[in-house]
């Protein structure tokens, strides 16, 4: 299994700045994913993070708005750039440690004023 | 891709009945269907995953059948209680041969005293 912790939990933010998340995994894991989850509405992928190489992103996300780093097996982070109110959201850090069960951060809910 | 449906109204019951949610998929045949767990304000955590090949999948009070003829899987859970209140999310793969999970819109359940 593993644990993952994501932070911030919480932030408002002023539109046209930008957000830095972090999430941090207790153990290496091969697979990190960043999800966003509108209210009442499923997980959308935005884009896997790749160690030591350029994030796979899905189509309607692109890194100009959504730098991705992932400097080792246990970290990765996720930058909102230049954010809207239409980025308000919850984004969530995911890690798969077998390629059947994927394990979630707690989120960070984006409120963008 | 995949298109996955969950009933997106609210499922009520009485404590101590069988709850049955429904997950309902198009297009290819996944190599498995992942249920996941969701609280308010949490990341989804991982309840069972069941193959193709496999019928149905037992874990203590839950119980998941996979039928590959009509691309649906059921999620039941026996002797509910308050406690067993949340959304519940299906996931298949992302497409064929990917083990990145996508995620269905969630089913909330309500069960009451």
């Known amino acids: 299994s593993a644990v993952i912790s994501q932070k911030p939990s919480r932030d408002i933010c002023q539109r046209g700045t930008s957000l830095t998340i972090q999430c941090q995994v207790d153990?290496?894991?091969?697979?990190m994913f960043w999800y966003r989850q509108q209210p009442g509405q499923s997980l959308t992928l935005i884009a896997t993070?790749?160690?030591?190489?350029?994030?796979?992103?899905e189509s309607g996300f692109v890194i100009d708005k959504f730098p991705i780093s992932r400097p080792n097996l246990t970290f990765s982070t996720l930058t909102v750039s230049n954010m809207s109110p239409e980025d308000s959201s919850i984004y969530l850090c995911s890690a798969g440690v077998s390629n059947t069960e994927a394990f979630f951060g707690q989120g960070t809910r984006l409120t963008v004023v | 891709s995949q298109k996955i449906e969950q009933n997106s109204e609210a499922l009520n019951i009485q404590e101590g009945k069988t709850a049955t949610l429904t997950c309902n998929y198009t297009n290819y045949s996944p190599a498995y269907l992942q249920w996941y767990r969701q609280d308010p304000g949490r990341g989804p955590v991982f309840l069972l995953l069941i193959r193709e090949n496999e019928k149905e999948k037992r874990k203590e009070r839950l119980k998941v059948t996979f039928d590959t003829t009509l691309k649906q899987s059921l999620f039941h859970i026996t002797a509910s209680q308050p406690a067993d209140s949340a959304t519940y999310l299906c996931?298949?793969?992302?497409?064929?041969?990917?083990?990145?999970?996508?995620f269905g819109r969630g089913t909330s359940l309500i069960v009451h005293p």
């Open positions: 993070a790749n160690q030591g190489s350029e994030a796979t992103y």
């Open positions: 153990s290496q894991v091969t697979m």
């Open positions: 996931a298949l793969p992302l497409s064929g041969g990917s083990y990145i999970p996508t």
